[in-house]
Nanobody, 121 residues
């Protein structure tokens, strides 16, 4: 089995910063893409940022220039540096990873349980 555990959420005032971490553990052969999603109150879950195993990144328009996704492949960990936070960034943030558990080409997607980020005005 594979587990994803997020950390780093909390409450911050508008304009502040937070850094989220997500560590993957368990039966892991390799990890392809890793991503952060978020779900705000009354909203659908949306992609925030994604990073491939080679380091290519993509961001939602709403966070471009403010958020930075990165990963440490040796630690099976993905990070999300969030700067210039806005009240509309308030959401539960979820980590996501596409994992190969063995030498086969089978890839499964795993999710963390989420971490709350609250931005006050």
């Amino acid at each position: 089995q594979v587990q994803l555990v997020e950390s780093g959420g909390g409450s911050v005032q508008a304009g502040g910063s937070l850094r989220l971490s997500c560590a993957a553990s368990g039966s892991i052969f390799s990890i392809n893409a890793m991503a952060w999603y978020r779900q705000g109150p009354g909203k659908q879950r949306e992609l925030v940022a994604i990073i491939t195993s080679s380091g290519s990144t993509n961001y939602a328009d709403s966070v471009k220039g403010r958020f930075t996704i990165s990963r440490d492949n040796a630690k099976n960990t993905v990070y999300l540096q969030m700067n210039s936070l806005k009240p509309e960034d308030t959401a539960v943030y979820y980590c996501n990873a596409d994992v190969r558990r063995d030498v086969s080409r089978v890839v499964n997607t795993y999710w963390g349980l989420g971490t709350q980020v609250t931005v006050s005005s």
